[in-house]
């Protein structure tokens, strides 16, 4: 099965927690703090494995979670950090941040790998905490919560060339008479089913890679017919064989049925009408169809159409006007730049070369509101995480949370707010009282 659209939410791992630990050897007077930090979290990695073709592996699994770092031991032992997850793509996935629809990360190339899910770091033991005034700190960090987020996976084929017609056109004939790919031909709408790409041998040596997207037809671009579901593979393309029914066969005007696929590419993307197109005239071994390339060209003439650069006609039973399409379409080919999907600067690399979420948007420190029962509430990343990273079982590292919340202006926020003594506040599923 083909399938180029999964969507599944992907979790990194919890770094491992701080200990709170002494030293209780017999011989080791005043042996203070020895509990050791949280190993990290596991990220979760997307890495382009050529062997894949299509998504159909991520169809059914909804949740991808990395393992969580080991916690920290006595003896200042740092816990074991995770393993990264590693997600392998097929080539041509772009993966987009479905909070947002923003794009994470375009992978193309063997080796391409993104970071799409930051583990969390290891809590600190006790022996960071060790002061002049506290020599026996009962002070420890939870490990921090690993990142959480769904996403969308879309696969664009990587072609140089793509087919876009009418159904019965003539594409997947085009295609199988120019490569040797074996796409079902049949004398009926939609043969094609799923895209089919092909190489083309070129004698100059400057081979390229073509695609055969299934037919498209009036209200493709609003989802109508089975084109709109593989318009997306058109996006990578350079260069657009535009084919053009020219028998009449099927009572259809040829001018017309190329103005009707050019305003859905347009509808669906308006830089693909910027992509330069040779109208390829299909059919010619047919009667009637060198009179209707005349009455076509002289109507592109007279509407002074630009999208087109030339038109090739050409039979594919009987071969004429191949080689010079793919010499033509060769030359195109040459003079036309790659077209990367995502702008540049859109993603950043760390210092390891690995791509990184950049577009998630800064959030504030927390908010407050009150809910149904009278309880103030505290929400919002930054105050929910570092909540999720204080060990709660020790009256130390609870005090080190309420100065934390105070130099955060938790304090004076939730005093404007009107809040009273003895008022609750809540975080998460934890209650205290509010002390002026």
């Known amino acids: 099965m083909f399938v180029d659209r999964v969507k599944f939410n992907v979790k990194a791992g919890k770094g491992g927690d701080g200990m ?33 073709s299509t998504l159909m592996d991520f169809k059914y ?46 992978l193309t190339k063997p080796g391409d790998k993104a970071v799409i899910a930051r583990g969390g770091r290891g809590g600190r033991g006790n022996t960071h905490f060790a002061t002049a005034k506290n020599s026996a700190p009962e002070i420890a960090e939870n490990g921090e919560p690993g990142e959480e987020l769904q996403v969308n996976l879309q696969l664009r084929l990587l072609a140089d ?9 003539g594409k997947s004939t085009l295609l199988s ?56 593979h058109i996006q990578r393309t350079r260069v657009i064989l535009h084919l053009v ?50 009455k076509f060209k002289k109507e592109l003439k007279e509407h002074d ?16 006007g191949l080689d010079q399409l793919i010499r033509d379409t060769g030359d195109l080919l040459s003079k036309t730049p790659q077209i990367p999907f995502v702008e540049e600067g859109q993603l950043q690399e760390d210092n390891d070369g690995d791509v990184l979420y950049t577009a998630k948007k800064e959030e504030k420190p927390f908010e407050i509101h009150r809910d149904e029962d009278g309880v ?24 080190r949370f309420a100065r934390q919340l105070r130099g955060m202006g938790v304090d004076d926020a939730l005093r404007a707010a009107g809040a009273k003594d003895g008022d609750l506040v809540g975080i998460l599923d934890f209650t205290f009282t509010y002390m002026d």
């Open 376 to 399: 103030w509430m505290l929400t919002g990343k930054k105050i929910e995480r570092l909540f999720q990273m204080t060990n709660t079982d020790h009256n130390q590292s609870m005090m």
């Open 61 to 106: 699994k909804k949740l991808f979670k990395a393992q969580n770092g080991g916690n920290g031991g006595n003896k200042r032992m740092t816990g074991a950090s995770a393993d990264d997850l590693i997600i392998r793509v097929p080539e041509g996935t772009t993966i987009f941040d479905t909070a947002n629809d923003k794009v994470i990360a375009d």
């Open 245 to 294: 029914d020219m028998s009449g066969n099927e009572g259809r005007d040829p001018y017309d049925d190329y103005v009707k696929i050019n305003k859905e590419l347009g509808d669906f993307d308006e830089s693909l009408l910027k992509r330069p197109q040779i109208i390829v005239a299909t059919k010619m071994d047919l009667p009637g169809s060198e009179e209707n390339l005349e």
């Open 20 to 52: 709170v630990g002494f030293r209780r050897e017999k011989y080791v007077p005043n042996g203070g703090p020895s509990g050791g930090d949280g190993g990290r979290g596991g990220d979760v990695v997307f890495t382009v494995d050529p062997g894949m």
């Open 177 to 232: 008479t120019i490569t040797s790919s074996k796409p079902k031909v049949a004398e009926y709408h939609f043969t094609t089913l799923v895209p089919n790409l092909g190489i083309v041998r070129n004698d100059d040596g400057n081979d390229f890679v073509i695609a055969d997207l299934p037919g498209l037809i009036e209200g493709a671009s609003q989802g109508v017919g089975l084109g709109f579901e593989f318009l997306r």
């Open 305 to 320: 159409d630009k999208i087109a650069i030339k038109v090739d006609a050409i039979s594919s039973v009987t071969h004429q």
């Open 161 to 169: 060339v793509g087919l876009v017609a009418f159904p019965s056109a």
